[in-house]
Structure formats: structure tokens, C-alpha cells
């Protein structure tokens, strides 16, 4: 069995028992949680075992300590009132140094983590939590796929396309997200509208992340409404939502990276949402008012009449 003490784990027998392998799991999965909840002060009590799980609850401290000196210096710079490019230069920076290494140490608890549950009975209790995990760590992995799009954007692959498809496969994906059957996600297409010159997974990805913000900004029932249109020459996709609305000191700020509200994720979504827009040569607009919704404008020209922008701001992650 796993012998407990005041400083935590102090051994682990090689039994591996069935109980010994659901106090790991579950400390994991508690602290993991809190991970995503944005603490990164915890530990984990195990990391002192000379073994597998004791390899796997130090790679679990390193990273939660890595994830911490990286948000710190995020801080810093936002006390330093950095300008958005330089923000994004430094961050550039910080994943070139730190993405590889936590991408290894997400993998190797990962691989710990199937072990584990391999180990357990079909009838365990801890398995529950095993799937947890597997969640939790996805949730980290994307956090971390953020901040590397955001250190080295891809320039758009333009191809001319239906920009009704597009739109609709990011609502149908978005549907299966919905929390309760008292959200509806209505889509109002524009069958008149010609191709449009875009990069149908960049702004799949982009109308996902908008949408999936509206879900969150909503508590019971609820309406997110999407509409594809023509506006004065150019492609318009407008999506609306009854939610809690956007107070006004908050709207100056969303398209900041960084910026977040709602005290977990990256706060990089709006902005490079943003970003994927200017790379299209259109415009993203918003407005809010609290209590009754936000409103979000995508404007997209129907054809890219210059090369796009694109590149990774002189960043180079091997």
C-alpha cells in the first residue's frame, strides 16, 4: 500500500494495488482541475515515490512550474504596458523555449496515465477520473496550442469557397458543445451570396471560438443567433446572443492578447480571431450591452485582392 505521512507519499509497494493507483489518480485529477482553474502554486504528494508514478508526479510539478514562470512573465509585461506586436514577439519567444519541453512532459504523464488505467479493473471507480484526466491534459495541451498560434501565425490559405459551408459546419460543431436543450444556435444563411476568397479552417476556427464564447455567456435559456449576409460588397457574418452582455470597461480591451475575463484560458482567442481577420483584409466589430447580449461583425471582401499578410512576425519555432 501507499504509505502516508505529514510530508505526503513515502512508499509505494510493488503490489500496485488497486487502491494505491486511485489515491494517485484522484490527487492527479484534483490537482489537474485546479491547473485548469488557473492555480498554478499546487503540487502533487507523489513525486518523492522512486518510480513510474513518482516519474510522473515530477514531470507534473516541472510543468505546473513552467506554466507559472511563463504566466509571470506574461504579467510583466502587461505591468510594462507592452504594445500588442511586442507582446506577441515575446511570446514568441517564450514558447521557442518552453513549448517542446511541456508538449514532451504532457506526453509522458499522458503515456503514465494509460498505463494507470490499464492497470485498473473494469469495475473501479477510479476510472471515472482516469477519463478526467485524459480531459484535463487536452485542456492543458490546448492552452498551449494557443500560445503557439499566437507566437507563429499561419498566413491564410485563400481558395474560393461557399461561405455559407463554412460558416455551417463551425454552427453544427458548435451545437453538439450546447450545455442545455434551453440554448438554441439558429443559423440564417444567404443562399444569393457568391464564393468567397477565405481560408475555410482558419474561419471555421475562428466563428467556433465566437460562438462557443456565446454559449459561456449564457446562463439558462438563451438564443445565439447567426447570419450570413452581403454588406455593401463584402461578405458579413453577424452573430448575436442573449447572454450576459459585455460591460463597457471590458469591450476596449477583448481583442488584447491576454485579455480574459473569465478567469481561465489564455485570453487569446478574440485576438487572434482578430488577427485572422486582418489576414483576410476585412474587419471584426463588436458591441454589448450588459444584461441583454453582445453582437459580433465579421466583414470578409469577397475577393483577396492583394497577397495576404500572413508570416510569423520574425519568429521561428523549430
Known amino acids: 500500500m501507499i504509505l502516508l505521512h505529514e510530508n505526503g507519499y513515502k512508499a509505494l509497494a510493488a503490489t500496485n494495488s488497486g487502491d494505491d493507483l486511485r489515491l494517485v489518480v484522484t490527487e492527479l485529477h484534483r490537482k489537474i482541475v485546479r491547473v485548469g482553474e488557473g492555480d498554478l502554486s499546487v503540487t502533487v504528494g507523489f513525486s518523492n515515490l522512486n518510480n513510474e508514478i513518482g516519474d510522473l508526479g515530477r514531470n507534473f510539478n ?8 511563463n504566466r509571470e ?4 509585461l502587461h505591468r510594462a504596458q507592452m504594445s500588442r506586436a511586442e507582446c506577441l514577439a515575446t511570446v514568441g519567444e517564450l514558447a521557442t523555449g518552453r513549448a517542446h519541453e511541456i508538449r514532451n512532459l504532457l506526453a509522458g504523464i ?3 496515465i494509460e498505463i494507470v488505467g490499464s492497470d485498473l479493473s473494469q469495475n473501479s471507480s477510479s476510472l471515472a477520473a482516469v477519463k478526467g484526466l485524459r480531459a484535463e491534459i487536452g485542456q492543458i495541451t490546448s492552452i498551449l496550442t494557443d500560445l503557439l498560434q499566437a507566437a507563429r501565425p499561419h498566413p491564410p490559405e485563400i481558395r474560393s469557397s461557399d461561405l455559407n459551408t463554412t460558416v455551417e459546419q463551425a454552427v453544427v460543431l458548435a451545437r453538439q458543445q450546447v450545455p442545455s436543450v434551453s440554448i438554441r444556435i439558429e443559423l440564417q444563411k444567404d443562399p444569393r451570396l457568391p464564393n468567397v476568397e477565405h481560408d475555410s479552417d482558419q474561419i471555421h476556427r475562428l466563428l467556433l471560438n465566437l460562438l462557443l464564447n456565446a454559449l459561456q455567456a449564457i446562463d439558462g435559456e438563451g438564443t445565439i443567433r447567426v447570419e450570413i449576409s452581403l454588406l455593401k460588397g463584402d461578405a458579413a457574418i453577424t452573430v448575436v446572443d442573449t447572454g450576459r452582455g459585455i460591460a463597457p470597461e471590458h469591450l476596449a480591451n477583448i481583442f ?3 485579455y480574459t475575463t473569465k478567469g ?7 485576438s487572434m480571431a482578430r488577427r485572422t481577420v486582418e489576414d483576410h483584409h ?3 466589430e463588436v458591441t454589448s450591452e450588459v444584461g441583454k447580449g453582445a453582437r459580433f461583425l465579421v466583414v470578409l471582401p469577397l475577393l483577396q485582392a492583394t497577397p495576404t499578410r500572413g508570416g510569423d512576425l520574425g519568429l521561428h519555432l523549430s
Open 110 to 112: 499522458a503515456g503514465v
Open 282 to 284: 476585412g474587419r471584426i
Open 264 to 270: 481561465t484560458g489564455t485570453g487569446l482567442g478574440l
Open 73 to 76: 512573465e506574461v504579467e510583466r
Open 256 to 258: 488584447r492578447p491576454f
Open 62 to 69: 516541472r510543468m505546473v512550474q513552467q506554466l507559472r514562470e
